[in-house]
C-alpha cells in the first residue's frame, strides 16, 4: 500500500516572509521562466490522427477512436516552455509560498519519491491541481497569461505547427541504435544515469530536461520522461464536435474512468521508446491521480498571448 499525502496546498506553520535577498532569487526565477518561453506562431492544421489521409503507409498511427475523426483546428499564437518543469523550479514555489510540497511514506516508495525530487533538473511529478497552481502561480510572478496548455496547443507545438509528424523529437521519429537512444531515451539511458546519480530508480529513473535533442520548434522531452497534464477535460467524443477556433476541451467533466473517476487529458509518454509518445495519441486520467503519488505525471506551461515573452 502507497501512503501519500501533503500536496502542495498544504502551508507550513509560519507564512514565509520575503527578505531583499529572497525577492532578488525570486527575479532570477521569474528571468529564466520567461528565457525557457518558446513561441509558436498560431495557425490553422488538421489535428488527430493523420496517418490514413497524410501518412507515408496511409495506415492509422493510433488505433483508438478518440484521436479521430480529423479535423480543422486555428489557434491563435502562444508561448509553450521548452522544458517540463524541473524539480529545481517546483520546489522554488514550494518554497516561495511556504508549502510544504508531496509527502510519500514506506520504505520503498518513499525512497524512491524522494529520489526523484532530488534531482534538480529533472521534470516535478505532479498531479493535476498541483500543475494547474503551479502554472497560474507563474502567471502571478510574471505578470504573463500562463496556464496549462490545451491539448490542441500541445499537439500543434509537438507536430512543429501543425505539420504531419508522427513522433514529436528533431526528425519526427523515434531512432534508437543498439540500446542507446539517438533522440528519445532508452531503459539502458535511464539505467545508466540511475547509477551516476546514484538512485534507486533503475530504469524507471527521471533523465535531465535536455537529455536529448528538442523538436524543430526547440521544444524538448515531448516524447518522454513524463505525462503531461493538459488544460482539457477528456472527452472521446471531443473531436467530433470540437470547435474549431481555440478549442478548449469540455467545459464540464465528461468521461469517468473504470474506477468512476472523471479524466483529464494526458499528453507526451511516461518513457520513451517505439510507438510510443505519438504526437497524436491521447491519454486520460484523473486529476488527483487515484490518490497515488503521480511518479509519472509532470507539468509544462503555456502563456496565451500573441507576442513572444520578453
Known sequence: MVAASGCDQNPTSVTPRHSAEDQARLQAFVAQIKSEQVFVEGGE??????????????????????????????????????????????QFYLAWNGLKGREVKGRLNGRDWNDRKRLPDTPARVDWHEAERYCAWLGEVTGLPFSLPTEAQWEYAARSRGKYVVAPTDDGTIRIEGQKGINVATATDRE???????????????????????????????????????????????????????????????????????????????YSGPGRGLTMVRYKTDPGNKGYPPTDKTVRCAVNHPSPVK
Do not use: C
Open 192 to 270: 545508466i544515469y540511475a547509477r551516476q546519480s546514484e538512485s534507486s530508480l533503475d530504469i524507471a529513473s527521471p533523465l535531465p530536461r535536455d537529455f536529448r535533442p528538442p523538436n524543430p520548434l526547440g521544444i524538448y522531452d515531448m516524447a518522454g520522461n513524463g505525462w503531461e497534464w493538459m488544460k482539457d477535460w477528456y472527452d472521446p467524443e471531443y473531436y467530433s464536435h470540437s470547435p474549431v477556433k481555440d478549442p478548449q476541451g469540455p467545459e464540464q467533466p465528461v468521461f469517468k474512468d473504470l474506477d468512476g473517476y472523471y479524466t483529464r487529458v494526458l499528453r507526451s509518454q511516461d
Open 45 to 90: 492544421y488538421l489535428m488527430g490522427d493523420f496517418g490514413e489521409e497524410y501518412g507515408v503507409e496511409r495506415l492509422q498511427y493510433d488505433g483508438r477512436k478518440d484521436s479521430k475523426p480529423l479535423h480543422r483546428v486555428e489557434l491563435s499564437s502562444y508561448s509553450l516552455s521548452k522544458f517540463k518543469a524541473s524539480n529545481q523550479q517546483y
